[in-house]
């Protein structure tokens, strides 16, 4: 059998890892900048379909516990407090832990010890994660499993063989995460995988699937709080598609956030004029009374 494009992916980007690594340190450059040459390495020391190491590191509460579980599939991602990506890739893994439901996955989440154990804290309550969250001593396993990147994402089988490096998407990588996982537990095979891991062409006749994608990563900067970044996104979905509701209620609660109900009054009058239920309209209007100006 052929190997899967997604075997193939993960091995060549693993070749040029190493690759980048040893050139690196001949021509002494730092590992940052290694890593920006080589932003599409993963692990650069275990391949796939290799066994991953074992490692108990400690938990952010109390105790210690593995980095991979007992689980039929297991998914570990290493993260950085102080960057975006890593905010955008954990709130798209919480999306595939919910959309997978009851089913035997083991998460966790891996940060350096080096931030300071309140920032820690802090971050992972307004994260709103209920996935484990795993210190990393002297980022010593980041330094085994020979990661150059964050976010980083492993999704590894029962026997603790790592199956797929999941590369970092702004857009549907829950989506992404999800099939692995999948494909891990036998509910889907490789044509499948690969079917939803690199799907046709759309045709979209039309801006309405830009603007939705437009208004979805609106809908994300409203969650990380960045209301200039939102209520940009909500206007070139506005753009794209004057009659989607959606954006006016993003653009509405981008504004009644920050306590400025004169500028979202107008377009949560539109949302609900297109769409009565629209939930971020709704949700500004609980904000700002009607006759609020």
Known sequence: MSESIAHQENR????????????????????????VCGA?????NVAVGE??????????????????GGAKANVFVFFRLDQENSVLAL???????QRLGERSVHWALIVADSYPLESIKDFVKELGTDMTVL????NELYGRLGVILHPVIGVADAEH???????????????????????????????????????PP???????????????????????????AALQAAAK???LDPELAGPYGLKAAAYAEQGDCSQALPALRRALELDAEEPLAKAAAERCSPGTE
């Open 12 to 35: 060549l980007a693993r070749v040029r890892g190493i690759w980048l690594r040893k050139m690196g340190a001949w021509l002494g450059l730092p590992l940052v900048l290694v890593s």
């Open 40 to 44: 599409a390495s993963p692990f650069t």
């Open 51 to 68: 066994r991953l190491p074992e490692a108990d590191l400690t938990k952010l509460e109390d105790g210690t516990a593995p980095y991979i």
């Open 91 to 97: 709130r798209q893994l919480q999306e595939a832990k």
């Open 135 to 138: 210190l990393d001593h002297d």
């Open 161 to 199: 063989v790592l199956q797929a490096y999941v590369p970092f998407r702004k857009l549907n990588l829950e989506v992404r995460v999800e099939a692995h996982v999948k494909r891990v537990l036998g509910e889907i095979n490789d044509e499948q995988l690969e079917a939803i891991l690199n799907p």
């Open 202 to 228: 759309i045709k979209l006749g039309g801006n309405g699937t830009v603007a939705k994608r437009n208004l979805r990563m609106g809908q994300m900067f409203l969650k990380m709080k960045k209301y200039d």
């Open 237 to 239: 979905s506005m753009d």
